[in-house]
DNA sequence: GCATGATCATGC
DNA sequence: GCATGATCATGC
């Protein structure tokens, strides 16, 4: 040991106990000239956690920031909401350098990897135009990717290079993967880079764990004694094996789930699988989650992996037309979340609408030409497709558009219906209320009182396109 | 015919 | 009691 350090650089368990010193103080509670330290921009706490608290000298060199320890040390944000700290953003990891990324074929072989398999996870309550001496350290944890993760992240960077492989490194999106994330890098307006195999630039990108992947360890660490984790224990339902995931990716088990079912209806499906009848309106969606988990989660959003992920199951009924009668309804509005979110790719908007979404699509067998559907009616719906979609990169500068119009109008206190885009505005997006007519005006509106409800919508109009899209994929 | 406002079973 | 997922129903 360096008796110089109160740690030990070649260990990670110490290099861990170490942080412990920082939970629930500021750089400056610690270090009285914590601000001599004081750097901007976003790396800067970092840096000055490693120069002040661990007398480490930063590095740019590729390899983590504790070379001999194997141990990248990140810190990263927390913002308070109702249900107390929440993560506010993803976790950016390092640059993709399109070109060498290129000679890198596996994980195994990647400069993420090698960066940052083995990670100390500092998380700090984030405040705006504060000194970064002043931000207080909330939570630590050592972290180290479960094997199952490790396998989808494997799949993960398999898309990903795939792409740049393939000279698409213009099309990567952070909906296209499940953990790991090519997440967006620098502003607006920054100069594209060169890919390898395309002439076309491509947008600057960092692999990146998606918030949901890093609320799932958030979570674990608000159970854990003394704000503190160094064994991550999975303990939600799961939906695919360890097993399993050595052969297939995980898309491709979850889609030859429903290979037995396609031409059926609602009836024979829950009959097949021994489910009791529902006459719940989302009867098509409890059915398709019963298929997707085997019959063993009620609700898999609630499974581990689209926790960590973010995928969201939507079921969609088409017409025998091809024609769409509902538009899609998402999560109501967070007005204090909108007003309180100043960048776009930071919202739960964003989070939601760059998601991969999985879409499972009953179709009409005959043609209806009524708009009221009799019993009968209703089981000549049958399961007709099921695919894994994100949306793409134009469709999300439009959804940004929306939500900034959005913003707007919670800024202004605009919280009224004729504000907002409506349905006949023809933008892929709407606001339209959702829920029962007593709980419309129950919401806080962040400039006091209360506010309606309303909630994000697709209109009905662009779901069709999104499976006409799909169709014209398969042919 | 469709935009708009309203509704409901489910599961925690 | 409430969020969720999705569809219903009315009136223009």
Redesign the pocket.
Known sequence: MNDLLPYDPKNAMSIYEHASLLIDKSLHMLYPDAQLHERKGKGGLGQMVEEIHYHYTPNSISGPDFADAGIELKCTPLKKDKQGYAIKERLVCNMIDYVETDNQKTLAESHFWKKCKHMLLVFYLHQAHSLLCDLVFIYRVLWAFPEKDRLIIEQDYAIIYNKIHNGLAHTLSEGDTMYLGACRKGQKGDSLREQPHSSIGAKRRAFSLKPAYMRTILEQVKKSPNRSLCAYVQDKSELVSIDELKRKSFEDIILERFNPYFGKNYLEIAKDLGQ?I?????????I?NRIASQCNI??I??SEEFQKSGI??????VEHSG?I????????IDYEEVFNCDRWTDSELFEIFTSRFMF?V?KHKHKS?T???SDKE?NEYVLDKVFFWTMPQNDIDLAEQYWQHIRNNVVDNHIE?KYFW???DNKNF?V??????Q??HTDVNPHGGSADRY?YWF???YVQSIINSQDTLND
């Open positions: 009791k529902s006459n719940a309106k989302h009867k098509y969606s409890l398709a009620n609700d959003n609630d969201r199951l939507k079921t969609i009924r024609s009668k509902e538009s899609m309804a998402f999560k109501n499972v009953f030409a708009i009221k559907i209703e219906l409506n349905i006949s709407h339209r209320p959702k829920g029962t007519k709980s419309y909630c209109n009905a109009q």
